[in-house]
T-cell receptor, first 116, second 111 residues
């Protein structure tokens, strides 16, 4: 079965550079979530989109922005990168909003970002 | 705010049963999940349980939910070396979409 696809899988950037992470949800899934997992930490929710609109916002820095496109893929744009942004960035997708019973989140393999 | 707690480490012998525990604070939690993360890999959904259930069994996995005590457990029968990983408990309420994860329990399976 098709899973969530993330690209790139690995990325190395220098401080103050920008990075764009991409997420392709499971086909027919309309909701995308972004999480950040620092070394040895649990995943922290950043932001989510439902039907191309931002649906929830967590601990996403102002330097980061994200959007969901008409084909439901999503991109996380990160500017003015800092050393502390080095982490594993997960995208997850689900079908529908809470209460519909379909919102189990399926995670992608993650993009490992290293900021030097 | 919402909080999810787990023991950080668990070590068992191959063939024994593992029990990973999780407590949560959000009484409106509707869905509770267990995810497995192997080294350097993504989060793999193992199983989930709705808050109106007490137990769910799926092959070697048994999930028990005590809603009164806000306690969730994952039992892995006949634990194998391939089960060595970090296991995250996660919850979400009916009104929020994002997950709140616990710190993860690192399961080590000894030969």
């Amino acid at each position: 079965a098709a899973g969530v696809i993330q690209s790139p899988r690995h990325l190395i950037k220098e401080k103050r550079e920008t990075a764009t992470l991409k997420c392709y949800p499971i086909p027919r899934h309309d909701t995308v979530y972004w999480y950040q997992q620092g070394p040895g930490q649990d995943p922290q929710f950043l932001i989510s989109f439902y039907e191309k609109m931002q649906s929830d916002k967590g601990s996403i820095p102002d330097r980061f922005s994200a959007q969901q496109f008409s084909d439901y893929h999503s991109e996380l744009n990160m500017s003015s990168l800092e050393l502390g942004d080095s982490a594993l960035y997960f995208c997850a997708s689900s079908l529908g909003l809470p209460g519909q019973g379909l919102e189990t989140q399926y995670f992608g393999p993650g993009t490992r970002l290293l900021v030097l | 705010g919402e909080d999810v707690e787990q023991s950080l480490f668990l070590s068992v012998r191959e063939g024994d049963s593992s029990v990973i525990n999780c407590t949560y604070t959000d009484s409106s939690s509707t869905y509770l999940y267990w995810y497995k993360q192997e080294p350097g890999a993504g989060l793999q959904l193992l199983t989930y349980i709705f808050s109106n259930m007490d137990m769910k069994q799926d092959q070697r996995l048994t999930v028990l939910l005590n809603k009164k005590d806000k306690h969730l457990s994952l039992r892995i029968a006949d634990t194998q070396t391939g089960d060595s990983a970090i296991y995250f408990c996660a919850e979400r309420g009916n009104y929020g979409q994002n997950f709140v994860f616990g710190p993860g329990t690192r399961l080590s399976v000894l030969p």
